[in-house]
Structure formats: structure tokens, C-alpha cells
């Protein structure tokens, strides 16, 4: 496995250096460039994934992995079930996309838990580990024996991290024990379709509950599910003790995006789904230009002022119908529309990039300006994931990894979302074959 | 053996949490952020026992106090400010003043952890940036927020949210193919989760720092992090082609879709293995279709895919939401029905969970909020008190942990140095409480705080 050619250190100085700043800033910022051969935040730490048909707990895993821990990934000898989960079915050596995705410095080692030897080694690993991620229904793994309550006994250090639809406790969580999870449900049971999709008016199947399209809700769990980890991590260097945590699927987005509860509180109904407006801002969302999209953010009304002079539609009609805030609240939607369609007359005029060129001129005058008002609206180009990956900035950044395979060939995986400057996280090799560290983990860990 | 839920139900018990230990106690952290993806970041930390000093500039505070969505403002405060912001300490100081730079360092040298989300380059302008700051804290973690990172040519590009959804690539990836129905990740998801993200890897550093007694700057990028969520990446390189939008129906799993029942609810279902196909199968009463698509490569091909979201589709149509959860549970494939905000925050096993808490605060009262990221057996989140007016803390830090004397603070208030609200909406007191008679806002102890 290659990675892709490494920019020169003098480019970075030249795209990292800030007027106000000091030589020591750009010292600094060049330093972080290059991850190889730094220290790992996670070094030493331990985590099993004994996740099952479940990509939250995969992901999880993988945070962990890409901070250095040693993640041991557990599967009967057929394979987990998420590593044909993939879309429309494409594989490459009989492995999926988002299972590819997730293989980075992951080792794979067969035991089946439906056995008791498989139970046995699971025991014994556990006795040695930092983390154990667990899918299985509520309940499933303390019925073998090897559940939080066993285990703990075993190893009161290790902490438990169990991925739910509900949860571990509680009525909700007994009754829905035996019902998997997946990515759709958990979207719809935490609140993220109920706000995706066309308004009411609009037509059937558009005016729908819409998933997202990519896995979020798994995402957001498996975040958190890091987050309980890293916490408890933090907690066992205080108290020395292990402990558990509950992720559960249905809370993931409600949680993380936190409106959904406060909506539902303080307006004590439902927010309506609003397309492509935005509930808090206008014009806030997506226009059609010439040749594509672009995202405008101009919400403020300085901001909405300027962009509508860069739009040359600053007129007396326009300015005035729309002039504040409290003009262009999206509960009026046919007014929304009424704006949308003037702004669009003049974006479709346009390419993105001109727009783009147009806004940053113009925001480039008006923070020199004492005159202008400060209006600062925000456009640009919105991007498909395969344009996206080409700007230079990402190659300068290193945020995709090209991986050549001898078996898989050349494919492309975003890596490094965090820069640090002591423990970067990377991506060290990606491997996917079932029990392919079978011999290296009985020989360091089960060998006794 | 105990029953495992009773076991599950003391462990957890929500009722016990708040005398329980918290994982981050003694962890200090300055906020310098603002809006919505920095503190989501500090009100994590916050949560689970850091003590986060929010410093806002004298009068407005942090802009997102101001703008509650639609005008709707709860007891003359954005209703999110609080869950944003409960827990922190909230201290104004004008970083454009020297001494309102020497207070920040005063400060520096007790916290562990900076978080900033300005523009690149902005913090180490006004002084209070990495470089600046560990030369007073050496083992300090400072976590830069931005859009584009510290560095690259597009690092001054400006951007929140939605800007970095559409550099990211994640607009284009939801909606209905062949239409110009594109659905941006909504509520600012841009900002939230590159935020939970910035926590997780503060906690990771904070654990590295633990055992190496290194502290060390991070860079984080909003659109790094939004390019984290997408597998669209790795399709691209190897079939060549955009992964292109599916609507309601998600591809990797045959059928997995959300549709519209009987009752006119909407029902998400799914079957992503064998077993739940089955179980699909036998509910349906189509045991046939399992022998006929007997493996997932199988019922992913578009064609068997497009058939099998066509018939469970029917099926969903002519039987009620209620029905086909029922019948879910009974065989085991998952089924959830839709929630909207309003089901979210009334569902009875949430608030018995604490996936929705309930709190009483002294200033605010009643208040339902978001539950914690990740629930901890031994160490759980706490919530202590909600959203304070600007400088609400002002006296208890600066008196409290920097052991500055009232004519102290009263030569800084003329210098405005520090200051307190404004009186405008998000900003003051709620108009019904007495802030004259506030114990914490007139701390009156002098250096026995919690320093």
C-alpha cells in the first residue's frame, strides 16, 4: 500500500502563513502536516468489536483505530453480515463499500459467540482489553454469560460500550430487546426524517419524512459510542474503575442536534419540513445557477443587503419588500418562494464560480470598508463527492488517502479529519479479510 | 441470577445520577467560541463535569443569544442557548483591551483546554492563540474550529454550516434522483456534529495528556469532518461514478425504506441480513420471496432491490404503523415508526430513560433538554443550570478563582474591560427574577472559590 506524494513543506508555509501571526504560528502548522512517525493519543489501549450486523459499533471502532488503539474486530467464520452491506450491491473481492470504508488498522479475528469455546476466548480476551464494543440484542451477551455483569467480575477495568435501537434499560428497552437496529429506523426513531423533505404543499412522495443519504444515524451513535469510551477512559485514570454505556440508536440524532427537543418544548408541536429553506434563516439554502448550485447564506440583514447588490437586484421592490429579518421568516413559504424565484433570476445568470469570485470580491471591500454596512453574505459552490475531493486545499491538508491494494486495487478513503499537532490520528494500512489476524492475536493474546 | 433488566435498571437509574461522580471533574476549559460548532464542543465538556469559562464580548455576549428562530423567544432567551450552554461559567471580557488579554492569561495558566471557532489566524491575532497561550500553560490543549482548517488555500474562505455542507459534498448526496430536490443535513447538523467530533478528539488528547503530560494544538476542519460521514468517496474511486440519490429507500440493504402506512403515518423498515429477511418475509407472509433471494449480494442487485422495495412497499401501505412495529418485534427485523420533535420530547420511555431530561433550574424553571451524547453507568452527565445572562459569572471567576479584589472589578468595569448585559432579548435576566438578591452574580467571597 502507497499513499499519495507528499506536498513540500513550503507549500504549507505559503498557504498557512497569517499577516498577524508570528513565524512560530507557521512553524507550528508546518509541523502538523505530516502524521507519520508521531506518537498515538490511544497507544496501548485495547477494544474488541464484537459488533454484529451493526455499522454504529464498526464506527465506533474505528475512532478508536484511527487514534492509535488496537482494535480487534470479532466475527463468526462467516463474516460480519455489515460487509455486504453496500450500495447497490457493489463489491470489490466480495467486501462492501462503507465496510471498506471502515477497514482502517483493524485486526480480524473469527470466534463464534453462538459457541462455547468462542465464549471461552471471548473471556479471556476480555480479561486483557480496554473496551468492548458490543450490537447484540439487550440481554444476548449476559444470557452466554459474557455480558457487562460477567465480564466486569473478570475485568473491572474494562469498560462496555452496548449499541441498542432502545437502549439497555427500562420498559421501552425490554420490550423492543429482540428487534435489530439499522440506519433507516434509527433515522426515523430519532427525529432526523421527520424534518427532511419537501413542505406539505408540495407532491407525494417528496412531501415525505426523507432519510438522509448517507448512514447518519449510525454515524452520530457511533460517535457517541467513542465519546462514552473516551469518557470513561478518562474516568477509569480517576476512579481506576471499568464501567458501562448505553448508546442507544433512537436517541442519536434528537441528542446531538439538540432543536428537535427544544422545538418540541418550547413550540409544543412539530417544526414542518421546509425543502430547501431553513427554519431560522432566509435566504439561507441552495440556488440554481448556470451551470449547477450554489449555497447561499445570507441571513442577517446587512449580509442579505449586500448580496442582493451583488446580485445587482438591489432594487426598491426587492430591498423593501424583504427588508428585515421579520420579512423573511419561512413561515410564509409562498412569500419564501416569491423571494427565492427573484434571487434565482439573477443566480441562474451566473456559473457557481462566478458567484463565488463575485461575493468574496465583494466581502474582500466591504471588511475594508467603515461605509459599506459589513454585509458579509457567504456563497459556494455546491459540490458532488467526486468534485469535491479535487480541490487543492484537501491534497495540502491530506484528507484523502489514495490505498493502492494488490487484491483491491486503487481506491480513495477520507482520512485525518483532525490535525494535531502531538498524536494525529491516521490511517496506517486497511485490511479486510476474514480472520486475517488469527494466529497474531491467539499468539498475543490467548497464548496462556 | 438477577433479571438482566432489573440489574440494567439499578445500574443505571436515571433518579441516582446526579450523585454520582463526573468524569471530567477538575478539567478547565476557556471558551472562546460562538454560535453553534465550537460550543456544542465546550458544552459537551461541560456536561460530563468540565468547567467551562464561556468568555463573551461586555453587552451582546455570543450572537447565537440573540437570533431565537422565528422571533420565538422563552423567557427573553433563544430557547437553544440552553442547551448549548448549560454548565458554563459565562465571563465577559474585551480581548481588545491589554488588560482584558492579561485577565485571558490569568486564566490560562489554571485550564487545560482552549477551544476557539473564529476565523483561521483570528485568535492568535487578538493574542489569545496556541502559541500565545502555552507560553503561560505548556501542557495546554487548544482544539482551532473552522471551516477549512489552519492551513491550505482556501483557509480564509469564510463559512459555517451550510457552506461547509456544500464543500463537503454532503448536499447533493439527499433528495430524489432525476428531480432538483436537494435536502441539506438539516438544524445545522454542519455545525453540531464537527462540534461532537472537536469533543471527542479534546477528550483523546486530554487521555494522551493523562499519561504523557503533553498537552498539544488541533486543528479541526468542518468540512474534514463532514467528508468523515461519507462512503461516497471510496464508491466514486472505484466504480467511477457519483452515488447517485435514492429518495426514501436505502440501497445497501433490500428492502430499507421509509413509507407511508394505512394510517397515514410513516414507517421506516429495513432488513440488512439474512435473518431479518426472513423475518420480513414471514411477516409479510411471502416466505417464498426468502428462497427466491436467499442471500443480501443477491437482493441488492437494482433490479431484485427495486422488486423487493416494491413489494414490502405494498405491504407497508395497506397495514397500520402500530401493526407492522408489532409485527417487527414479533419476528425481529428492524421497524420504527417516524417521530417529529413533538413525539421526541413527550414519549414517556424517553423521559423515564433520561434521553430527555427534565430540569428545574433557579433562574428559569421548568425546562425539558436534549439528553446526554453517551449514558455512563458509574460516571453520567449532569445537568446544574441552564443559560445565565452575559457576565452572569463575572465575580465568582474573576473574584472567585483569580482572587481579584471588588476594586479591582471595579476599576475593570470602568475600563470596560468587563461589563455586563445589555438590555435586549437573550442577553438580560428573565424579567420576573431579582438579580439583585443573586448569591453567585454578587459572589461576595474573595479567593476561596473553586480555584
Known amino acids: 500500500m502507497t499513499t499519495t506524494q507528499q506536498p513540500k513543506e513550503q507549500v504549507l508555509i505559503r498557504y498557512g502563513g497569517v499577516a498577524a501571526a508570528k513565524r512560530e504560528r507557521e512553524q507550528l502548522l508546518a509541523s502538523m502536516m505530516n502524521p507519520e512517525g508521531k506518537p498515538e493519543a490511544l497507544e496501548g489501549v485495547v477494544v474488541l468489536d464484537a459488533s454484529y450486523a451493526n455499522f454504529a459499533g464498526i464506527i465506533a471502532a474505528s475512532f478508536f483505530a484511527e487514534f492509535g488503539a488496537e482494535v480487534i474486530k470479532i466475527e463468526p467464520p462467516e463474516g460480519d453480515p455489515a460487509r455486504k452491506m453496500t450500495p447497490f450491491g457493489v463489491t470489490v473481492d466480495g467486501v462492501g463499500i462503507p465496510f471498506l470504508m471502515e477497514a482502517r488498522n483493524k485486526r480480524y479475528f473469527t470466534l463464534d459467540l453462538r459457541t462455547q469455546e468462542g465464549r471461552k476466548d471471548l473471556v479471556k480476551l476480555a480479561k486483557k482489553a480496554d473496551i468492548i464494543i458490543e450490537t447484540f440484542p439487550a440481554g444476548q451477551m449476559d444470557s452466554w454469560g459474557i455480558g457487562y455483569r460477567q465480564l466486569s467480575q473478570l475485568n473491572p477495568r474494562l469498560i462496555y460500550i452496548a449499541i441498542t435501537p432502545y437502549g439497555q434499560y427500562g420498559k ?214 467526486s468534485t469535491a475531493m479535487k480541490n487543492l486545499h484537501w491534497y495540502v491538508r491530506k484528507s484523502f488517502q489514495q490505498v493502492d491494494d494488490p487484491k483491491l486495487g486503487k481506491f480513495v478513503l477520507p482520512v485525518n479529519f483532525a490535525k494535531m499537532s502531538e498524536t494525529p490520528p491516521r490511517v496506517k494500512w486497511v485490511s479486510y479479510e476474514i480472520g486475517k489476524d488469527n494466529d497474531y492475536i491467539r499468539q498475543k493474546y490467548l497464548s496462556e | 441470577m438477577e433479571d438482566y433488566f432489573r440489574f440494567t435498571q439499578t445500574l443505571f437509574d ?48 455570543d450572537m447565537l443569544r440573540l437570533g431565537a428562530w422565528w422571533g420565538k423567544y422563552w423567557k427573553h432567551t433563544n430557547p437553544l442557548s440552553h442547551s448549548l450552554h448549560h454548565n458554563k461559567y459565562f465571563v465577559t471580557i474585551n480581548l481588545k483591551k491589554p488588560e482584558g488579554k492579561e485577565l485571558v492569561y490569568k486564566l490560562a495558566e489554571k485550564a487545560d483546554v482552549a477551544v476557539e471557532n473564529l476565523a483561521a489566524g483570528t485568535a492568535e491575532a487578538w493574542g489569545v492563540g496556541y502559541t500565545q497561550l502555552r507560553e503561560v500553560r505548556p501542557d495546554i490543549i487548544y482544539l482551532s474550529c473552522s471551516t477549512y482548517g489552519q492551513y491550505g488555500p482556501l483557509r480564509f474562505f469564510p463559512g459555517w454550516d451550510l457552506l461547509a455542507q456544500a464543500a463537503a459534498g454532503t448536499i447533493t448526496i439527499t433528495g430524489y434522483p432525476g428531480t432538483d430536490k436537494y435536502y441539506k443535513l438539516p438544524d445545522y447538523l454542519g455545525d453540531f456534529y464537527p462540534g461532537t467530533l472537536g469533543a471527542l478528539v479534546v477528550l483523546f488528547a486530554l487521555y494522551y495528556r493523562k499519561k504523557t503530560g503533553k498537552g498539544q494544538y488541533i486543528d479541526l476542519a468542518q468540512v474534514e469532518t463532514l467528508t468523515r460521514l461519507l462512503p461516497h468517496f471510496t464508491y466514486f474511486s472505484i466504480t467511477g461514478q457519483d452515488w447517485e440519490r435514492t429518495g426514501n429507500v436505502d440501497p445497501s440493504m433490500a428492502p430499507a425504506f421509509i413509507h407511508k402506512t394505512r394510517d397515514s403515518k410513516f414507517v421506516a423498515i429495513a432488513a440488512g441480513t439474512d435473518e431479518q429477511f426472513k423475518a420480513l418475509c414471514t411477516a409479510m407472509g411471502q416466505n417464498n420471496l426468502a428462497t427466491k433471494y436467499p442471500t443480501e449480494l443477491e437482493r441488492l442487485k437494482p433490479e431484485n432491490a427495486q422488486e423487493l422495495n416494491r413489494i414490502a412497499q ?73 443559560c445565565r445572562p452575559v457576565g452572569y459569572h463575572n465575580r465568582y471567576i474573576l473574584k472567585g478563582w483569580l482572587g481579584l479584589s471588588d476594586e479591582e472589578l471595579q476599576e475593570l468595569e470602568k475600563k470596560k474591560v468587563i461589563g455586563y448585559w445589555d438590555d435586549r432579548p437573550g442577553a438580560k435576566p428573565p424579567i420576573y427574577y431579582d438579580i439583585d438578591t443573586d448569591p453567585l452574580f454578587n459572589y461576595r467571597g474573595n479567593g476561596g472559590g473553586t480555584a
Not at chain 1, 173 to 192: C, H, K, N, V
Not at chain 1, 222 to 240: D, Y
Not at chain 1, 318 to 325: G, L
Not at chain 2, 320 to 329: F, G, P, R, Y
Request: some cysteine.
Open chain 1, 172 to 385: 421501552r428497552a425490554e420490550e423492543f430487546a429482540r428487534m435489530p437496529d439499522s440506519d433507516i429506523t434509527a433515522q426515523a426513531a430519532s427525529g432526523l426524517a421527520a424534518i427532511v423533505g419537501d413542505p406539505e404543499s408540495s407532491t407525494e412522495p417528496y412531501n415525505w419524512p426523507t432519510r438522509t443519504g448517507t448512514w447518519m444515524a449510525w454515524y452520530m451513535s457511533g460517535t457517541q459510542a467513542a465519546m462514552g469510551g473516551a469518557l470513561a477512559l478518562l474516568f477509569r485514570e480517576l476512579s481506576g474503575e471499568g464501567q458501562m454505556i448505553d448508546i442507544a440508536t433512537a436517541d442519536s440524532y434528537a441528542n446531538l442536534a439538540q432543536y428537535p427537543v427544544i422545538a418540541g418544548n418550547t413550540w409544543r408541536k412539530a417544526r414542518p419540513r421546509l425543502g430547501r429553506y431553513d427554519f431560522s434563516m432566509c435566504p439561507y439554502g441552495i440556488f440554481k445557477t448556470k451551470d449547477g448550485f450554489v449555497a447561499i447564506a445570507a441571513g442577517r440583514d446587512n449580509d442579505f443587503r449586500a448580496l442582493l447588490k451583488i446580485l445587482n437586484l438591489f432594487k426598491r421592490e426587492v430591498e423593501e419588500e424583504f427588508k428585515t429579518i421579520s420579512d423573511r421568516i419561512t413561515d410564509n413559504l409562498p412569500r419564501i418562494d416569491q423571494l427565492t424565484e427573484i434571487l434565482e433570476s439573477a443566480t441562474t445568470k451566473h456559473t457557481s464560480d462566478e458567484l463565488v469570485t463575485k461575493t468574496i470580491n465583494y466581502s474582500l471591500k466591504t471588511v475594508r470598508s467603515k461605509l459599506s454596512g459589513g454585509g458579509i453574505p457567504f456563497v459556494m459552490k455546491v459540490e458532488s463527492p
Open chain 2, 314 to 386: 405494498e405491504w407497508v401501505s395497506q397495514k397500520d404503523a402500530a401493526e407492522i412495529v408489532n409485527l417487527a418485534k414479533q419476528h425481529g427485523f428492524p421497524a420504527a415508526e417516524v417521530v417529529d420533535d413533538y413525539q421526541i420530547t413527550h414519549e414517556e420511555w424517553r423521559q423515564e430513560r433520561a434521553s430527555v431530561e427534565t430540569f428545574y433550574d433557579e433562574m428559569y424553571h421548568e425546562f425539558i433538554l436534549p439528553g446526554p451524547q453517551a449514558i455512563l453507568s458509574k460516571s453520567p452527565s449532569k445537568v446544574k443550570w441552564l
Open chain 2, 14 to 61: 436515571p433518579s441516582r445520577a446526579k450523585d454520582k461522580p463526573e468524569p471530567l471533574k477538575g478539567i478547565r476549559v476557556l471558551d472562546f467560541t460562538h454560535f453553534i460548532y465550537g460550543p456544542t464542543c465546550t458544552g459537551i465538556l461541560a456536561r460530563y463535569g468540565a468547567d467551562v469559562i464561556k468568555i463573551e464580548e461586555p453587552g451582546s455576549g
